[in-house]
Every structure is written in C-alpha cells, then in structure tokens.
C-alpha cells in the first residue's frame, strides 16, 4: 500500500508521514531530501545551478541512499555518491535553489523513477509535492497536508532550532531561525512549486485534505492512520494519536474530500 501525503513546506508532512508510517509499519520516503541531495550535489560540484541538463546528470549518475540508525525502523540520514548529506541538504542555501532544481523535467523524471522502485517494494508512506499526481497516481490513500502559512514558518523555526542543537558542529550552517525570512522563504516556495509545469503541488483530487493549522500532529497522525486502515492497513502495535498533543483546537480543523468536491478525470 502507498500512502501519499503531499503539501507545501512546512506543513508537518514529515514529522506526520514518519508517525504514520512507525504506527503501521510501513517505510517512509522523504522525497524532498532527494531533491535537495540533487541540488547539494550540483552546488558542491561547482556546476552551473541553471544548467538543467548537468545537474539532470547528476539525478542520474549520483546514487541516493537512505541510512538507519541501529534500532530505527526509519531511514535517518541521507547520501549521494557515498557521502552523508543529512545536515547540509538543509541549509538555507540549498532552500534557495532546489526549487529551480525541481522544476527540471529531466531531474524529476530521474528522481520520480526511483521514488517508484521505492514504493513498489515496500508498503510506504512518501512525502513530497506529486506523490498523489504523478509519482503513484494510484495511491490507495492520498493526502494533502496544509497549514497557514504564518503556522509553517513557526513550525520550520522550530525545527531549524532543533537541528541546530542536534548538530552543533554544523552550527553555522543550520542558521535560519528568523521567523519572518522564513515565512518569505516559505511564500517564495510555495509559489514557485505551485508555478512550474512539470508536476506543479497541487492537491490530487482524489486526496483528503487536512488543515493542520490548529490541530495537534497527534490528531492528523491517528486521522490518517483510520483512513488507512479503512483501507486495508494493519496496525503495527504502536500508539498513533496517543502522541503528546499540542495546539489542538480540533473544531477549526478543516478537513475536506477533493474526490467528493472535484469532477474529472484522476491525475
Ligand atoms: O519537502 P522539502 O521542503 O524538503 O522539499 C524540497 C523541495 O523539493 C521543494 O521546494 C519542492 C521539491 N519537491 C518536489 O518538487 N517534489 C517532491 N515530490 C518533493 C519535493
């Protein structure tokens, strides 16, 4: 089974695909850190960042691999070509220049190919922009995660302070705590996503979309749990929703079916 949870920065896709998948026992897929290792890649290999076609070499040529910590279920770290890249796909200057990568057809398709082999090995929860459109248009449980933007910049703060924690030796370079540059960070990327041609974000219209913006990730995580074993998943034995809560104001929870709401043909 695939679970794709698709939205735009910010939105706790990670931290919420990472529970969903530990509660049922899936693998998980963070597809961004593809795009992002592309992008380290291609910057510390001097190239041209617009030069579609040499950075399309590197998707390519440059293997990506996902690394486990002993006892984690999920892949922890990131790699391509060998080298651990975990820390550095996160900085602001890869922020400032994976959206160009993105929006490279050759790239996605190099990428997008791989996401697949992934997906049809493995019952996975992946994360990312087009997982419910173009990556597994079948996917038996699609979700569109959102928030209001000013929330995501809040969240992404966060998060940013606790890497910069965890890894103190990369310090420096994990230095975007300003909440207004990250909320302009998050529009600028937001619009350039939703803009590109190939595989813009967009919700598929077969997804659920959830507002996240007031509830807990505890709530969004045991909602999307139900769905999907609704659909036919088995737990895996751990406590989805009976996580800590936070912020929960589950009444201003928005929450709506594209499949319901949207005629057409499925993307
Ligand atoms: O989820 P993230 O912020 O790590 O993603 C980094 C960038 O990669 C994001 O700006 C858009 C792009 N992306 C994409 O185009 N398609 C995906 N499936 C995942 C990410």
Not at 29 to 44: I, K, N, P, W
Not at 54 to 82: H, N, T, W
Not at 84 to 112: F, G, Q
Not at 193 to 206: G, I, K, N, Q, T
Request: aromatic share 4%.
């Amino acid at each position: 089974m695939i679970i794709a949870i698709d939205g735009p920065a910010g939105s706790g896709k990670s931290t919420v695909a990472k529970r969903v998948a530990r509660s049922l026992g899936f693998n998980y897929l963070d597809t961004g850190a593809m795009y992002r290792a592309v992008t380290y890649s291609a910057l510390a290999n001097g190239l041209d960042i617009t030069d579609a076609r040499a950075v399309a070499d590197i998707a390519r040529a440059q293997a990506i691999e996902f690394g486990y910590k002993p006892g984690e279920s999920l892949p922890a770290s990131v790699f391509i070509d060998g080298e651990d890249v975990t820390d550095m796909i996160r900085t602001p200057l890869i922020d400032a220049h994976v959206s160009a990568v993105s929006s490279y057809p050759e790239v996605r398709a190099a990428l997008v190919s791989q996401q697949r082999l992934f997906g049809v090995a493995h019952d996975t929860v992946m994360e990312g922009r087009d997982i419910g459109t173009a990556v597994f248009p079948q996917a038996e449980l699609k979700i569109f995660l959102t928030a209001q933007p000013e929330v995501r910049a809040r969240r992404r703060v966060r998060q940013n302070i606790s890497r910069k924690t965890q890894t103190a030796v990369e310090y420096a370079i994990i230095d975007n705590t300003d909440e207004q540059q990250v909320l302009e960070e998050i529009l600028r990327r937001d619009l350039e996503d939703e803009s590109r041609e190939v595989s813009p974000l967009v919700a598929a219209e077969d997804s659920i979309e959830i507002d996240s913006t007031a509830v807990s990730i505890g709530k969004v995580v045991a909602r999307i749990v139900e769905l999907a074993k609704a659909r036919g998943a088995r737990d895996a034995g751990t406590q989805a929703g009976k996580e800590e809560d936070t912020n929960i104001d589950a009444s201003t929870a928005v929450e709506s079916n594209h499949a319901e709401q949207c005629e057409g043909p499925m993307r």
